[in-house]
Nanobody
């Protein structure tokens, strides 16, 4: 079993930056693919970024490409989402996910965090 705990969300002005962290506990997730998703009020949860466990493949939603970066620190069993040039439309609850999901962009992950709120003011 893998537990995921997100942190780093908050309120930021448009154009600012935040770095989300997803810490894991339980079984090591070194061989699991990881992803970030988000859900805005009244909308379905959508894919944001994904990274294969080897790091050889990363995927980004078109809306965040060039602004967001997914990375992981194996020694700390932590995955990050660096978010730059934030826009009001990035406001959402952000979820970390892990599992065996070579496609990365779908929601077919085995483990999910509880989410962290990101609010971008204009």
């Amino acid at each position: 079993q893998v537990q995921l705990v997100e942190s780093g969300g908050g309120l930021v002005q448009a154009g600012g930056s935040l770095r989300l962290s997803c810490a894991t506990s339980g079984r090591t997730f070194s061989t699991l693919d990881t992803g970030w998703f988000r859900q805005a009020p009244g909308k379905e949860r959508e894919f944001v970024a994904g990274r294969s466990w080897r790091g050889s493949t990363t995927r980004y939603a078109d809306s965040v490409k060039g602004r967001f970066t997914i990375s992981r620190e194996y020694a700390k069993n932590t995955v990050y989402l660096q978010m730059n040039s934030l826009k009001p439309e990035d406001t959402a609850v952000y979820y970390c996910a892990a599992g065996t999901n070579p496609v990365l962009v779908t929601q077919a992950y085995d483990y999910w965090g509880q989410g962290t709120q990101v609010t971008v003011s204009s």
